[in-house]
């Protein structure tokens, strides 16, 4: 009697190839303001139609493409990213720590200035700091006990920044009716902050020179979440005997560099 053949063994679908394609199915689409057909795909990504059928079916009945419309037959409908998509998308954005992310960034400027950095947010009329990254100097500002303290957010580097963000109602809303003066060379005049923060608008980082503390000078750099809004700075701060002005230039372009690459791994790019 004759031995019968086994049937050979279905393989996946190419394996990872196939995981490949539908992730460029799906990236496909952040170019484009409006529905993809699957002939569209097709030529788009340099793929046979029925395999791009067949990963469009799969990745539909997961919800991550959805049907926008029909043009004649079904196999002409218009597809679009799905729900599920926009669910987990919301997810991977609250998960996002600012803290966790920054923290490596922080601790690199920190060794490449020298000085004290600092992660800060605003908070009303106040920045609050949420992390910090020591000096290596034996005088310093700070040693890490400073997460959690607030100051007036129109004497400080990072506050300017915070404050140069929000709209001119917003601003209106948060600035107390007085300027505290903590220094004499902390700004308290309304048309000298609004003045302040256009240049600081301008220039793309800001500075504290002896007006939040005597003998204390900060430059900071925004960080910008996924929409181009600034959610946070940070800054670089040390004793002035060490920081003298000299010195700002060049610390305000590490500084800046340090602030796109957070924003960056933010998910912000530059439009």
Same mark, same amino acid.
């Given at each position: ?12 679908? /190419? *394996? ?15 170019? =484009? ?19 791009? +059928?067949?990963?469009?079916? =799969?990745?539909?009945?997961? %919800?991550? =493409? ?5 043009? $004649?037959?079904?196999? &002409?409908?218009?597809?679009?990213? $799905?729900? !599920?998509?926009?669910?987990? #998308? %919301? ?13 490596? +960034?922080?601790?690199?400027?920190? +060794?490449?200035? $020298?000085? !004290? ?19 290596? /100097? ?5 040693? #890490?006990?400073?997460? %959690? ?6 004497? !400080? ?27 004499? /060379? ?28 005597? %003998? ?11 929409? *181009? &809004? ?7 701060? #040390? ?7 000299? /010195? ?10 340090? #602030? ?12």
């Amino acid at each position: 009697m004759p031995t019968r053949k086994k049937s050979p063994r279905r393989q996946p679908y /190419h *394996g990872t190839q196939a995981v490949a394609r539908a992730v460029s199915i799906l990236k496909a689409f952040e170019s =484009v303001n409006s529905g993809l057909t699957a002939v569209q795909l097709a030529e788009q990504l340099n793929l046979n139609r029925s395999t791009v +059928h067949r990963l469009l079916s =799969v990745l539909e009945a997961e %919800g991550l =493409v959805a049907r926008e419309s029909a043009i $004649g037959e079904p196999r &002409n409908s218009a597809y679009r990213l $799905g729900p !599920t998509l926009v669910s987990l #998308g %919301g997810l991977a954005l609250r998960q996002i720590n600012l803290r966790t992310i920054a923290l490596p +960034h922080l601790r690199q400027l920190a +060794h490449k200035s $020298g000085e !004290t950095v600092d992660l800060e947010i605003l908070v009303g009329s106040e920045v609050l700091i949420i992390e910090e990254a020591p000096a290596e /100097h034996m005088l310093r500002v700070g040693v #890490g006990d400073n997460i %959690g303290a607030r100051y007036p957010a129109h004497a !400080t580097s990072t506050g300017k920044l915070l404050l140069a963000d929000l709209s001119d109602d917003e601003l209106a809303d948060v600035l107390p009716k007085k300027l505290v003066a903590l220094t004499p /060379h902390t700004l308290t005049s309304r048309q000298a902050l609004q003045a302040e923060l256009a240049r600081v608008r301008q220039q793309g980082w800001a500075q504290s020179w002896e007006e939040l503390e005597l %003998g204390l000078a900060a430059v900071g750099a925004p960080i910008r979440g996924r929409d *181009g &809004n600034v959610i946070a700075a940070i800054s670089v701060s #040390g004793p002035t005997a060490r920081l003298d002005r000299s /010195h700002i230039n060049p610390l305000a372009t590490l500084v800046m560099e340090t #602030g796109r690459r957070i924003s960056r791994d933010l998910g912000f790019t530059r439009r």
